[in-house]
Every structure is written in structure tokens, then in C-alpha cells.
């Protein structure tokens, strides 16, 4: 029993006249799945609903809007200020508190970064006049929105009539959402957003008694806020206060500056919940949403400063995924409650899991953001190694296949294993088989990496899964349409994968050129000197690999951008790791030809020379559509999923997987 192993982190704490029955809180996540006016809809209800279903304390909806005329960042923010969302909400509301879950809103007043109101044609208002940069000219969407003349936003410092109306509007908010069934509220005042433009120093410049060099004035209107929200909600009920730690960055404050914040906030804020960074500055966003570069529980420090100087309990957030992590910050003291954002995507029944014992279960986040970058490019929400993410509600109704059908399932990759599991899962006869000696894929060879050591902890849990439903595991065994045929399978999921392409340049079969498979597992291989041809996400990460390990590493990259693959937060990551390690980038350049001592290449100026001791090929994976196609006629059923279509992401493979496997059997 696991309550025993983690009895810290599942010691109820009671906060106000609410009784939270473990110090593991789902973070804020923004609600996304709205309807018409701007409230939850059924998927959204679905989606937050299932973490209380997996056992956490709290769940919190994301960036709630107090006042859209003048605090709506963009499209897809549940509007607190029409009561017609009421029903909305509530459904909401009840669908996290029956299974036992604290229903939360984060209050959310975005400030300067308004950018809707502006398209709005109305006026941006934070603490002081300013221009802000040209950086959301999108409703992070990719439709544009609305800019000035010069192309810049500009912004108007608040009146004080307008301050006290904000504040009346939090207050206002915060009743409404009482009203609707929740059980507590988050003031969001991190991040940059509203209430930490009025925080941070370096923004609120103002003259008068809501801002200047003095702490005291900067944490007026936040205080304000917090007084008007308990106005609203009455005694014992518990108000959370979200702030950034450190700003970190330049000219933001930092730890000393946020203790003595937290120490304002003490005896007003019922929660004290420390992140920290700026959504405004690329590496300071990487501390907000720490990558897989950074260390599990990087932030958690932030928090045991603060819960030394203060009574109020202090929640901690940032890549907190592993229950013996939460534990031990819990037991040390250096936080009273762990939130978790992304591994709540990437297993919503981690709190549950871990008090069942079933801790080796846990989907752990990998921290490759692709939630976060399907969130804002599609305003689904996703997750790389949970298929279900995002579509939680489908999930209510999802039927047992109506016939069990024998399936074979050619290739043992991150697909291939996926559709095995699922399809054992629904109770089909599975057979899977893969050519090489091993289940995982072409991703096998990163798992020894580092910051990969997430995803390599994935295939191998995988593979264990795939053995304990039941799957027939045939290694060593590739699939032709002859073997496909006697085994009389009635469906087959290809799921062959891509094979690296291996550019047709002179010099490429040197024996200073590696492909980049190999390099992963042989890295002794490479040279001091390091070229890698291919700019997407391969070369990108084996370049910091290399880079890690001590390589001088330069980037050579036909297209004139580095390639993102669609997962832009994680470049993000990817970016700052480049400019960390020095490492070198040279787009719109094409290789020529690879001599012994580097690569020729030439750009739009012309033939340039890159010295290097070794070239790696990472240009791109072929897809074997041939190989699978082959295999349609060999069964009534047939799906084709993951890289063998085109080569893409994990998200993607596990998707497709998933959704064949469902499908398989339905007559
Ligand atoms: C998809 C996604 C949506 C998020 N939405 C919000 C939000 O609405 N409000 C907020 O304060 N933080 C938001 N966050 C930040 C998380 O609450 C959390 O602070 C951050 O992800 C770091 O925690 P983690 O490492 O456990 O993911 C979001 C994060 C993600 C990944």
C-alpha cells in the first residue's frame, strides 16, 4: 500500500473550511474547449473532469478572464464576466467535485498583454504608458489580429478609476464562480500577466501610490484584489495566489524581491503558489514551463525560500512528475503542495496510481511540450505518450468492439506498440511483430541520451505493457504479404515505421560521415569538430547531445528557418540550448560535398567552407509506404499508422494507434 510510502504527500490538508484530500493539485490549464459565448464546453468539462477522476486534490481551469473589454489576451479564454455562462460552469463545477476533487478558477487579468482588446479596436491598459513589442501579432493561433500603424502595440497607463474598477472586477469574478460551484479561486498574478506587470519593477514605473520603486506601492492593487476577492467569497474560503518566484529575467526581481512579495501576501493569500519566469522572454518561459534539458523539480527551490519566511502553506510547480519527488518536497518542508501541469496530461490517475503502489504504471511526462504546442496551434489539447489527452469525452462513450477479432500488427515501434496494447486492451487476439531484435523503434537508439531518458523509460514501459496484455511478441520477424497471409490475421495495422534517407552528396561514404542513428549509440565516433547537415529536430538534439559531451557543433540547414516539426515550445527549449552551447547555425546553406577535413558548402553569398573533424547526416526519415502498403490485401481489416504514412512526431504515431486500435472490430 502506497498511502504508507508517500504518507506526506497524501496527508489531507485542510485550508480555510476546505479539506483537500492530498497535497497533489492539478495545475492551471487553460480551458480551450469552449462554446459560443465563451464558456466550457462538454469536452472541456471532460477534460479537467478526469483529472479528479484520477485522484487529484484540486483542479484548477486556466486563465479565466475578470473583464474581457480590457483583460482578454486572446480567443480561447473562458469569459468570467457573463453570467450566461453560469450553466457552463457549473456543469463544470459538479463534474470535478464528484469524484471528490477542489474545483478552482485561476482569475486571470492578462494587463498589457490584452492583445484582444486592441483588436477590439479598444485600448491596452497596464501600469505605465509603453509600447509593447511586436511579439502576438497572432491570436496564437495563426490568425492574425489587429496592430497599430507602426506596428506596435500601445499601451496606456491605468486611471485610478480604472484600477478600482479592475479590482471590483476580480471581486466580482470570484463571486461568480463561488456562485457556479467552485470551491476556490487562483489570482493569477505570475507570468507577466495583469497583477505582475503591477508587481515587477521593472514595468511599474508609476509616480503615484499603485507603483514605483517602492514594494509596498507595486503590491497595492494585487492586495486590493486579494481583499475584494475574500469580499466576494466570504471567510474560510481559500483563495490561491499564483506568482512568479524570480522573474528571471534582466531587469525582473528576483528571490529576495519575490520572498518579500510572499511575505506581503502572508495572512491575506491562503495558498502562496510559487512558479517563476516571464511568458515574455524565451529563456524565462523555459523556467515557466521547464524542458527536458532541465532538472526534475528545477523550480522547487523558488517555494522552499518563500516557506521559510512565511506561515501560509506554499504550493510548488515545474517538472514535478515522480511521487518520491513529491513526497520528499512535502516531507523535507520545502512545499506543502506540488502542482502538477503536464504530467497531469500525461497521466491524469498519477495521484491514484501512487497510492494504489502502482508507481512503475505512472505515464511520466517526457517534457517535449508537444501539449502545449498542439494547444496553441490547434486549441486541442494533447499528449505525446497519453492518446486518450484531448479526448476525454469520447473516452465516456467508447463502446467494447462489437466483434474480437485476431490482429496483426506489423512493426514494434512507438506506433506498432501502441496499437498492440490498445487493441490487447479491447481484447482482441494481438500479434506483433517487429524485424529487429527488440521492441521501441527508431527511437531506441536516443533512450541512452540524457534528456531523452524520459522517452527511453517510455519504450521500455511500453514494451513491458505490450508483454503484460497478452500481445504475441514475434522479434526477429519481418512482415511480407506471404507471412501476413498465413497467419490469417482479420486486421492489420502497418505500423513499418521510416528509414533514415541518406543524402546523395559526394563524400558521403567517407569515413568521417556518420548517419545520425549511429551517432546516438556510438558517440565516440565523433571528432572535436562537428558538422551536422540537417536543421530539424534530430540534428538539433543530437547536436546538443554532442555539444553536452563536449563537441564543437555547427548546424547546416538547407530551408532558411531551423525546423520545428510543428513542436514550437520545445524549439523554444531547442533555441536557448543553441545559444547556451555556442552552437553554429547556418541556414539557406546547401552541403556541396563532404571532404575529410569538412564540408563544402555554398549559401546565397556564395561557396563557404565548414571545418570539421566529422559530418552527421540528419536530413530527414523515408517513409516505408511501399513495404506497408503491400500488406493491404492480407486481411478484411487493414489501418496504416505513424511514420510508415510520413514521418513525424511521437504524438503522432501514438494517435493513430490508438484511434486504429479503436476502431478495429466494429462489425
Ligand atoms: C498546455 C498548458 C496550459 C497551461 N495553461 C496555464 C494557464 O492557463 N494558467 C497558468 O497560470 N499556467 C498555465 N500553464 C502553466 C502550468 O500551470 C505550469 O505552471 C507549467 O506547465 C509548469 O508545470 P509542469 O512542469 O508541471 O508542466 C499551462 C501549461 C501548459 C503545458
Given at each position: ?15 480555510g473550511?476546505t ?8 495545475a492551471p490549464n487553460g480551458c480551450q474547449y469552449l462554446d459560443g459565448r465563451n464558456g466550457p464546453s462538454?469536452?472541456g468539462?471532460?477534460?479537467f ?9 484540486s483542479v484548477t481551469l486556466g486563465e479565466c478572464i475578470v473583464d474581457r473589454k480590457t483583460g482578454q489576451s486572446h480567443d480561447y479564454q473562458i469569459l468570467l464576466d457573463d453570467h450566461k455562462n453560469l450553466p457552463a460552469l457549473s456543469a463544470m463545477a459538479?463534474?470535478i ?5 477542489v474545483a478552482g478558477v485561476q482569475l486571470q487579468h492578462c494587463g498589457m498583454y490584452s492583445h484582444l482588446v486592441y483588436e477590439k479596436g479598444g485600448q491596452l491598459l497596464g501600469p505605465v504608458d509603453t509600447?509593447v513589442?511586436?511579439?502576438h501579432?497572432?491570436n496564437n493561433?495563426?490568425?492574425?489580429v489587429a ?6 502595440r500601445h499601451v496606456r497607463g491605468m486611471t485610478e478609476e480604472e484600477i478600482e474598477n479592475l479590482i471590483r472586477a476580480f471581486g466580482k469574478a470570484a463571486a461568480f464562480v463561488k456562485q457556479c460551484g467552485f470551491g476556490m479561486v487562483m489570482i493569477h498574478a505570475g507570468h507577466g500577466w495583469g497583477l505582475a506587470q503591477f508587481i515587477s519593477?521593472?514595468v511599474n514605473t508609476r509616480k503615484d501610490r499603485w507603483g514605483g520603486?517602492?514594494l509596498e506601492n507595486r503590491m497595492r492593487l494585487p492586495l486590493a484584489v486579494i481583499e475584494s476577492v475574500r469580499k466576494a467569497v466570504g471567510p474560510g474560503f481559500p483563495i490561491e495566489v499564483r506568482i512568479s ?16 512579495i510572499a511575505?506581503m501576501l502572508?495572512g491575506k493569500a491562503d495558498i502562496i503558489h510559487?512558479s517563476?519566469?516571464h511568458h515574455e ?387
Amino acid at each position: 500500500m502506497s498511502v504508507e510510502t508517500y504518507p506526506h504527500l497524501f496527508q489531507p490538508i485542510r485550508i480555510g473550511k476546505t479539506i483537500f484530500r492530498n497535497r497533489i493539485f492539478a495545475a492551471p490549464n487553460g480551458c480551450q474547449y469552449l462554446d459560443g459565448r465563451n464558456g466550457p464546453s462538454p469536452d472541456g468539462v471532460a477534460f479537467f473532469e478526469r483529472k479528479a477522476l484520477g485522484g487529484f486534490a484540486s483542479v484548477t481551469l486556466g486563465e479565466c478572464i475578470v473583464d474581457r473589454k480590457t483583460g482578454q489576451s486572446h480567443d480561447y479564454q473562458i469569459l468570467l464576466d457573463d453570467h450566461k455562462n453560469l450553466p457552463a460552469l457549473s456543469a463544470m463545477a459538479t463534474a470535478i467535485s464528484r469524484h471528490g476533487a477542489v474545483a478552482g478558477v485561476q482569475l486571470q487579468h492578462c494587463g498589457m498583454y490584452s492583445h484582444l482588446v486592441y483588436e477590439k479596436g479598444g485600448q491596452l491598459l497596464g501600469p505605465v504608458d509603453t509600447v509593447v513589442p511586436d511579439v502576438h501579432h497572432t491570436n496564437n493561433d495563426g490568425h492574425e489580429v489587429a496592430m497599430s500603424p507602426d506596428g506596435l502595440r500601445h499601451v496606456r497607463g491605468m486611471t485610478e478609476e480604472e484600477i478600482e474598477n479592475l479590482i471590483r472586477a476580480f471581486g466580482k469574478a470570484a463571486a461568480f464562480v463561488k456562485q457556479c460551484g467552485f470551491g476556490m479561486v487562483m489570482i493569477h498574478a505570475g507570468h507577466g500577466w495583469g497583477l505582475a506587470q503591477f508587481i515587477s519593477k521593472y514595468v511599474n514605473t508609476r509616480k503615484d501610490r499603485w507603483g514605483g520603486p517602492e514594494l509596498e506601492n507595486r503590491m497595492r492593487l494585487p492586495l486590493a484584489v486579494i481583499e475584494s476577492v475574500r469580499k466576494a467569497v466570504g471567510p474560510g474560503f481559500p483563495i490561491e495566489v499564483r506568482i512568479s518566484g524570480a522573474e528571471c529575467i534582466d531587469a525582473g526581481y528576483d528571490i529576495d524581491e519575490g520572498v518579500a512579495i510572499a511575505k506581503m501576501l502572508d495572512g491575506k493569500a491562503d495558498i502562496i503558489h510559487v512558479s517563476a519566469g516571464h511568458h515574455e522572454s524565451d529563456y524565462a518561459a523555459t523556467i515557466t514551463h521547464p524542458g527536458m534539458f532541465q532538472e526534475d523539480g528545477c523550480n522547487v527551490h523558488y517555494a522552499a525560500e518563500i516557506k521559510k519566511h512565511v506561515s501560509a502553506p506554499v504550493a510548488t510547480v515545474g517538472a514535478l512528475t515522480e511521487p518520491a519527488l513529491l513526497e520528499e518536497i512535502i516531507a523535507s518542508g520545502k512545499a506543502d503542495i506540488v502542482d502538477l501541469g503536464r504530467q497531469s496530461l500525461a497521466d491524469p490517475d498519477l495521484p491514484l496510481k501512487a497510492r494504489l503502489g502502482k508507481t512503475e504504471d505512472i505515464d511520466v511526462c517526457m517534457r517535449c511540450c508537444a501539449c502545449f504546442s498542439n494547444s496553441t496551434r490547434t486549441r486541442r489539447r494533447a499528449c505525446a505518450i497519453n492518446p486518450a489527452t484531448g479526448h476525454e469525452l469520447e473516452e465516456q462513450f467508447t463502446r467494447p468492439p462489437a466483434v474480437k477479432k485476431k490482429v496483426l500488427v506489423a512493426g514494434g515501434g512507438i506506433a506498432g506498440m501502441q496499437a498492440a496494447l490498445t487493441a490487447a486492451q479491447r481484447g482482441h487476439q494481438v500479434v506483433l511483430c517487429e524485424a529487429s531484435d527488440s521492441l521501441g523503434g527508431v527511437l531506441k537508439c536516443e533512450a541512452m541520451v540524457p534528456f531523452k531518458k524520459r522517452l527511453g523509460e517510455y519504450l521500455e514501459r511500453q514494451a513491458r505493457r505490450v508483454r503484460a496484455a497478452g500481445v504475441d511478441v514475434r522479434l526477429g520477424t519481418k512482415v511480407t504479404p506471404e507471412l501476413a497471409r498465413s497467419l490469417q490475421p482479420d486486421a492489420i495495422v502497418a505500423a513499418l515505421g521510416a528509414k533514415p534517407v541518406k543524402p546523395p552528396i559526394p563524400g558521403i561514404d567517407g569515413e568521417n560521415v556518420f548517419g545520425a542513428e549511429y551517432v546516438y549509440t556510438h558517440p565516440e565516433v565523433v571528432g572535436q569538430r562537428v558538422q551536422i547537415l540537417g536543421g530539424g529536430l534530430v540534428g538539433i538534439e543530437l547536436g546538443i547531445f554532442l555539444s553536452q559531451l563536449g563537441r564543437e557543433v555547427g548546424l547546416i540547414e538547407m530551408l532558411p528557418e531551423l525546423n520545428d516539426g510543428g513542436n514550437m515550445v520545445h524549439m523554444n527549449n531547442l533555441r536557448v540550448q543553441i545559444q547556451q552551447r555556442k552552437i553554429g547555425v547556418a541556414l539557406g546553406t546547401k552541403a556541396l560535398a563532404i571532404r575529410p577535413d569538412g564540408v563544402e558548402a555554398e549559401d546565397a553569398d556564395g561557396r563557404r567552407f565548414f571545418p570539421a573533424d566529422t559530418v552527421i547526416y540528419a536530413v530527414g526519415q523515408k517513409p516505408l509506404s511501399d513495404e506497408a502498403v503491400a500488406l493491404s490485401a492480407c486481411a478484411p481489416e487493414f489501418y496504416l499508422v505513424g511514420d510508415c504514412l510520413s514521418a513525424r512526431s511521437v504524438l503522432a504515431a501514438t494517435t493513430e494507434a490508438y484511434n486504429a486500435a479503436r476502431d478495429i472490430g466494429r462489425i
